[in-house]
């Protein structure tokens, strides 16, 4: 990892800075902490998340007790050095209440759906592929074997074309869903992670 640019960052007159902790592969907002320079220090020599405690007023290691750490992937600082924006991999929920965010109660608007979901619904079937096969069609699609996961990609392709042509408009969004399903579980017979797809999607749009 790259060494920090410390006269760049600009501390509180306690010696805090606020950081903003995202998911490195769904781009989900997870958190909001604070560190000081000590706890920085340790995140970077460990690669996983030290805060500092305001409540508590002592070094606060993420997960240290409940296992639920996160592997620091990238270490960001807003254009004013004073907001850091840490992209992780959780190893579990980031919210004391087990939820996966603690950016969870709604308080103005009507959600437009979460566009981090498809991240999270990664994470989901990488689990859910070493699970009984009588209890997750996913376990039990990927033990048919890759002849079969391509089958049904292809299917659920046809399918969302056919909904597509016909102008359903219900149809397409409920066939494009089983696609992209599919998709992702031909990914995973293939040992491609979502970071790879990303990467190349970027490449295609990056400037000339």
Same mark, same amino acid.
């Given at each position: 990892? %790259?060494?920090?640019?410390?006269?760049?960052?600009?501390?509180?007159?306690?010696?805090?800075?606020?950081?903003?902790?995202q998911?490195?592969?769904?781009?989900?907002?997870?958190?909001?902490?604070?560190? @000081?320079?000590? &706890?920085? +220090?340790? %995140?970077?020599? %460990?690669?996983?998340?030290?805060?500092? *405690? #305001? *409540?508590?007023?002592?070094r606060?290691? $993420?997960?240290? /007790?409940?296992? @639920?750490?996160q592997?620091?992937?990238?270490?960001?600082?807003?254009?004013?050095?004073?907001?850091?924006?840490?992209?992780?991999?959780? &190893?579990?929920?980031?919210?004391? /209440?087990g $939820?996966? *965010?603690?950016?969870? @109660?709604?308080?103005?608007?009507?959600?437009?759906?979460?566009?981090?979901?498809?991240? %999270?619904?990664? #994470?989901?079937? =990488?689990?859910?592929? @070493?699970?009984?096969? +009588?209890? *997750?069609?996913? &376990?039990?699609?990927?033990? $048919?074997?890759?002849?079969? !996961?391509?089958q $049904?990609?292809?299917?659920?392709g046809?399918?969302?074309?056919?909904?597509?042509?016909? =102008?359903? #408009? +219900?149809?397409? !969004?409920?066939? &494009?869903?089983?696609?992209?399903?599919?998709?992702?579980?031909?990914?995973?017979?293939?040992?491609?992670?979502?970071? +790879?797809?990303?990467?190349?999607?970027?490449?295609?749009?990056?400037?000339?």
């Amino acid at each position: 990892m %790259t060494t920090l640019h410390w006269d760049t960052l600009r501390f509180d007159e306690k010696g805090l800075i606020p950081v903003i902790v995202q998911d490195a592969l769904s781009g989900k907002v997870l958190m909001m902490a604070w560190t @000081n320079r000590a &706890a920085l +220090e340790e %995140t970077v020599a %460990t690669g996983e998340m030290v805060f500092f *405690s #305001r *409540s508590r007023g002592e070094r606060w290691h $993420k997960g240290e /007790t409940s296992g @639920n750490t996160q592997r620091l992937r990238e270490l960001r600082a807003d254009c004013d050095g004073d907001t850091l924006l840490a992209l992780v991999e959780p &190893a579990g929920p980031a919210c004391h /209440t087990g $939820k996966e *965010s603690c950016f969870h @109660n709604p308080l103005w608007g009507t959600p437009p759906g979460d566009p981090a979901f498809l991240g %999270t619904l990664w #994470r989901y079937l =990488q689990k859910r592929k @070493n699970d009984s096969p +009588e209890e *997750s069609y996913t &376990a039990r699609l990927l033990g $048919k074997g890759i002849t079969r !996961v391509a089958q $049904k990609i292809g299917e659920e392709g046809l399918e969302t074309s056919l909904a597509v042509a016909l =102008q359903d #408009r +219900e149809g397409a !969004v409920y066939e &494009a869903s089983d696609l992209l399903y599919h998709l992702l579980v031909g990914l995973l017979a293939l040992d491609i992670s979502l970071e +790879e797809l990303w990467r190349e999607l970027a490449s295609r749009h990056a400037p000339k």
